[in-house]
């Protein structure tokens, strides 16, 4: 019971500052988003035991274009498709392989187009269309946090087969339906809450969410495998670091900006 007290606190005062941020102004929100990217990096430097201010600087660039609105989009589609690839290879590495390619070699690479670049497309993601739409992240993050809620509440209570037992002993089969099913209601509410999109959209946004972020959460769990420790800090009492917190978004938010434009492309 104590544990659930401590995440819960944990939980209530991370979504009170998602929450005040973005519908404070845009600019709260790119602040909070670049404190979390500069945390969430300094982490994930530790995991991969890489050192130095080359990569706080390759963070600090693309917010500052990104502050003053001058977005080169050749090259952000380009970071896009990069990141893409690079999460697809995170993927078979953890579904197939013993260890993670870029664990020890290429660790930029992995800096760049995973860590970085999926925070660069969750700062972006409500700015998609002409006016900020702070509705949509927000809708993003409900569903990110209903499906990992409900994954662990079920999985717990319920969970006997596992899912990736290797990886993360604690994921089950159970937990991941329970999670999915979860976030495909909470799609169902946020449309008849926001009418933003259509119940298709939400409905897709939701299987593309838990799908992804049960796939980004078990990446995670590998790199703190493969370093040898059970979380990535201790910033967040009940959950971790905050690597812990932001792993199913993170890996998720290239793949959702991409689903977005092409919604938008299309309609």
């Known amino acids: 019971m104590k544990e659930v007290i401590i995440r819960l ?16 102004s845009s600019e709260w929100y790119l602040v909070l988003i670049f404190c979390l990217t500069i945390v ?16 706080y600087i390759l963070v600090i660039i693309p917010f500052y274009f990104i502050a003053f609105h001058s977005i080169d989009y050749s090259l ?32 930029y690479l992995c800096v760049i187009f995973y860590i970085i670049s999926g925070f660069i497309f969750l700062t972006l993601i409500p700015y998609i269309g002409s006016t900020f739409q702070p509705k949509l992240v927000l809708g993003i993050f409900i569903l990110t946090w209903t499906n990992d809620t409900f994954a662990y509440l079920i999985g717990k209570k319920f969970g006997k087969i596992k899912l990736k037992e290797k990886i993360s002993p604690k994921k089950t089969i159970e937990g991941f339906i329970g999670g999915l099913l979860a976030a495909l209601i909470g799609g169902v509410i946020i449309f008849n809450t926001t009418l933003l999109y259509s119940p298709a959209f939400w409905l897709l946004l939701a299987l593309l969410v838990s799908v992804l972020g049960t796939t980004g959460d078990l990446i995670q769990s590998k790199f703190k495998r493969l370093a040898g420790v059970k979380d ?8 971790g670091g905050v690597y812990d917190r932001l792993d199913s978004i993170i890996f ?10 092409f919604i938008n492309y299309v309609s």
């Open 9 to 24: 606190l944990s939980g209530v005062l991370y979504v009170s500052l998602v929450l005040s941020s973005l519908f404070t």
């Open 40 to 55: 969430t990096l300094h982490e994930f430097l530790k995991l991969i035991s890489l050192k130095g201010v080359v990569p």
């Open 76 to 107: 952000l589609y380009s970071l896009l498709f990069f990141s893409i690839l690079m999460n697809v290879f995170l993927f078979r590495d953890v579904m197939l392989l013993d260890k993670i390619t870029f664990f020890k070699s290429k660790r």
């Open 232 to 239: 990535s800090g201790r910033i967040m009492p009940g959950h």
């Open 252 to 261: 998720a938010s290239p793949f959702i900006y991409l689903f977005i434009i």
